[in-house]
């Protein structure tokens, strides 16, 4: 089966750090992308890991771990328009179908 | 500018009444997908089309039918609406089907069916 887990709600204070966790169990796995939602609006590319380890990019880095079928992803410094959804979503399978969790809604608060 | 353009943004229409939401792209995008979005049930795909002419069902193709007439557009069809699929629906394309190709999204159409 296909399974993807996030946390449905996370609130973080302005400034701080806050990480997403993403656990799942997918029947082929070629990659995982996270993606930021607000409310009403597409979602929007942050990153994508296919090798285990830690990716980088800006205030943001995502990490996976294949073994451990889990990944999360780090804010740093955050600021208010962080407020949002994000979503994790799997690709697998022989048409690199992508699943994606039910998304986590994160509040920024001052 | 790269874009994903759906049409109509929101609908309100009665049950039976046939409706399409077009979506259009202008990155030269082969993979076109359509989902809805469901609170509590997250992003779920309708359909998809790997190429001109090639269509298949995702996880919820119950009541909907597409075409991919050209690379470019990519059509919803709900032939007969019923109020279970009042939703918020998303297009989507990407350059191909490999491993790690970005989806972008349209920006939404929010249907409702009474």
């Known amino acids: 089966g296909q399974n993807i887990d996030q946390p449905t709600e996370m609130t973080a204070t302005e400034g701080a750090i806050v990480q997403i966790n993403c656990t799942y169990q997918?029947?082929?796995?070629?990659?995982l992308f996270w993606y930021q939602q607000h409310a009403g609006e597409a979602p929007t590319f942050l990153s994508y890991?296919?090798?285990?380890g830690l990716e980088e990019k800006g205030r943001f880095s995502s990490f996976l771990s294949r073994s451990k079928g889990y990944s999360y992803l780090l804010l740093k410094e955050l600021q208010m328009k962080d407020s949002a959804s994000y979503l994790c979503a799997v690709e697998g399978g022989a048409t690199n179908k992508l699943i994606f969790g039910t998304g986590t809604l994160l509040a920024v608060q001052p | 500018e790269a874009q994903v353009t759906q049409n109509p943004r929101y609908l309100i229409t009665v049950t039976g009444k046939k409706l399409t939401v077009t979506c259009s792209q202008n990155m030269n995008h082969e993979y076109m997908s359509w989902y809805r979005q469901d609170p509590g049930l997250g992003l779920r795909q309708i359909y998809y089309s790997m190429n001109v002419e090639v269509t298949d069902k995702g996880d919820v193709p119950e009541g909907y039918k597409v075409s991919r007439k050209e690379k470019r557009n990519f059509p919803l069809i709900l032939e007969s609406p019923s109020p279970n699929q009042t939703s918020l629906y998303f297009c989507?394309?990407?350059?191909?089907?490999?491993?790690?190709?970005?989806?972008?999204f349209g920006e939404g159409s929010w249907l409702t069916v009474v």
């Open positions: 890991n296919v090798l285990d």
């Open positions: 997918t029947s082929g796995f070629n990659g």
């Open positions: 989507a394309s990407s350059l191909g089907t490999g491993p790690g190709n970005t989806i972008y």
